[in-house]
């Protein structure tokens, strides 16, 4: 198993094995507890071919990222439940929406007693085993480390935001039945569709699966299509005006959930526009939250 190294960082940004620059938000900025940093393209399985230097926005919105790091967000002893959700940020599988699609809904988890982590993964530049690889090790991190983390390892889901909701939901189906999160929750989630007719999801798998992507492999890695009776109980949310990843993406892979008979939910708010996870000053902010809330409960006293 590869060395990890476990770092509390008071600077912005170090510098990987590699000598490109690597990028890491502060606990200060970030509210994170601790930082992990897990391996990078030089001693993943996989590379993403990236050679530029990772950089980042004044909105924490990470590019070109070639390291990946969890950030640890631990529930008070006090009051855990005993469930950990791994934290998939969006951003168009070109950048990563670290802010809001992550840290913010750790922190709001954290408040409820679930502890999390944020996954900063490596952006795929065609490369689709590089996403995978980071969020699967993420997912076996929290569960390795369930004792430390006061968690129940068979209590660990994940929750995904644009295209993290698709890349949540992929590696739930890549994964082996006995492997997989106990249950997902997605939010606006980019998971497939009629991806063609529209050119940011076009976009979106492009940079997932290459230049060269053809319409199997579109096929293939449109999650509606891998559902089975075996995959997870699904939290969806949406809103009805996003116009960046329409919400029949969602009503078709909750289509697909209730088909193969998986327990699911469906919450389609009336006003939103894309990307509205983890802002206070939304609207639907608080139901959004009692939702995720109720749902955590409810799976967690499932047996």
């Not at 109720?294 to 967690?300: N, P, S």
């Amino acid at each position: 198993m590869k060395q990890r190294l476990t770092i509390l960082l008071s600077l912005a940004v170090t510098l990987s094995v590699t000598a490109q620059k690597r990028v890491v938000v502060t606990p200060e900025q970030s509210g994170a507890d601790e930082i992990v940093h897990y391996w990078d393209n030089s001693t993943a399985p996989h590379s993403n071919g990236i050679t530029d230097d990772e950089t980042i926005d004044s909105k924490l919105n990470m590019s070109q990222t070639t390291s990946t790091d969890f950030y640890l967000y631990k529930a008070d002893p006090a009051k855990a439940t005993g469930q950990g959700v791994v934290v998939v940020p969006g951003g168009g599988y070109y950048k990563l929406s670290m802010q809001y699609d992550g840290f913010k809904i750790a922190q709001y988890l954290r408040s409820i007693g679930v502890t999390a982590i944020v996954v900063k993964y490596r952006l795929p530049n065609g490369v689709r085993e590089v996403v995978l690889e980071d969020t699967i090790a993420a997912l076996h991190y929290m569960r390795e480390q369930a004792n430390e983390l006061g968690i129940d390892p068979q209590q660990v889901g994940m929750l995904g935001c644009s295209a993290g909701g698709h890349l949540a939901a992929l590696a739930t189906h890549t994964l082996a039945v006995e492997e997989r999160p106990k249950f997902n929750i997605l939010i606006y989630p980019s998971t497939g569709g009629d991806v063609w007719s529209n050119y940011r999801l076009q976009n979106c798998f492009e940079r997932l699966l290459g230049k060269w992507r053809t319409q199997v492999d579109i096929e293939n890695n449109s999650c509606e299509n891998l559902v089975t009776p075996e995959t997870p109980p699904t939290l969806l949310m949406h809103t009805d005006e996003d116009t960046t990843v329409p919400s029949t993406i969602t009503t078709t892979y909750y289509k697909a959930l209730k088909r193969h008979g998986v327990r699911s939910a469906l919450y389609l708010f009336p006003a939103g526009a894309h990307g509205w996870a983890g802002h206070d000053e939304w609207h639907y902010a608080e139901p959004c939250k009692e939702a995720i809330r109720d749902w955590l409960e409810i799976e967690r006293n499932r047996k």
